[in-house]
């Protein structure tokens, strides 16, 4: 592949090759099952997702626009880090999207949690209920308000690169912050600097009102947002500590 670096490319196959895997194997809801990353006090959680997911996608557009992105600010961060650098810079990233993103679900989930075992409900009771989506006539109105609003959470998978994507972004943005760059449906070309941090502004702003602008509504905004900020600490933290300024390779 022509304009690519190594690694770039090695994500870029196994990427491709997850998302095979997905549409051909189990109808998709084994590669799911094994691979995306579930909310761990689900029971399909396993540690191994908090890697693997980052593999996955959800379809076609979704891959598509990741591959792109990765393929077109990944192999410039590459130049400059090397291999063992940027490998190192974006599974972090992903890690930390990932991370965050559960972190968000937490700070949501847990005051209902809390709030049904005060009711005298038992946790295997709210597991239950949250696995099979089936309450009993017993439960209180309160009772099943706080379990619907807990159910999208318990129940929540999320697969993509997009949270180590956005990590990348960030360091393409602070190594090349005089780069123009657009967006397609704005064709207007405005400088890394401005352009990247407006990115994880919109995305913020998502993450806490629930309103998507450009996105699909299903997107993890809170992800985007975690995968831009480990990027931002190991660039500080890199920059901090090197002395040939990023020339790492």
């Keep these: 592949m022509r304009g690519i670096t190594d690694t770039v490319k090695h ?14 194997i189990g109808n998709g809801e084994l590669f799911y099952k094994w691979f995306a990353l579930y909310f761990p006090k689900n029971e399909m959680f396993q540690p191994w997702q908090l890697v693997t997911h980052m593999f996955m996608h959800g379809g076609l557009t979704h891959i598509l626009f990741n591959m792109f992105a990765l393929w077109m600010f990944g192999t410039a961060v590459e130049q400059v880090f090397g291999a063992k650098k940027f490998i190192i810079f974006y599974l972090f990233s992903g890690l930390g999207a990932a991370l965050i993103m559960l972190g968000f679900y937490y700070f949501k ?50 697969v993509g690169a997009s949270g180590a994507i956005m990590g990348v972004l960030v360091a393409f943005g602070m190594l090349f912050p005089e780069s123009k760059l657009m967006l397609i449906f704005l064709p207007i070309p405005i400088k890394a600097k401005y352009f990247i941090p407006g990115i994880i502004a919109l995305d913020l702003f998502s993450a806490i009102t629930g309103q998507s602008i450009f996105s ?34």
């Design 11 to 24: 994500l870029l196959i196994i990427n491709v090759l997850m998302f095979i895997g997905t549409m051909t």
């Design 109 to 158: 989930y847990l005051p209902s949690e809390g709030a049904l075992l005060e009711s005298g409900m038992s946790l295997n009771e709210i597991h239950q209920a949250l696995s099979t989506n089936k309450v009993s006539e017993a439960v209180s109105e309160m009772q099943r308000m706080e379990l619907q609003k807990m159910f999208p959470i318990f129940n929540s998978t999320m």
């Design 216 to 249: 699909p509504s299903n997107t993890a905004f809170a992800a985007h947002v975690g995968g831009a900020l480990t990027g931002f600490i190991l660039m500080w933290f890199w920059k901090k500590n090197e002395s040939d300024k990023y020339r790492w390779n």
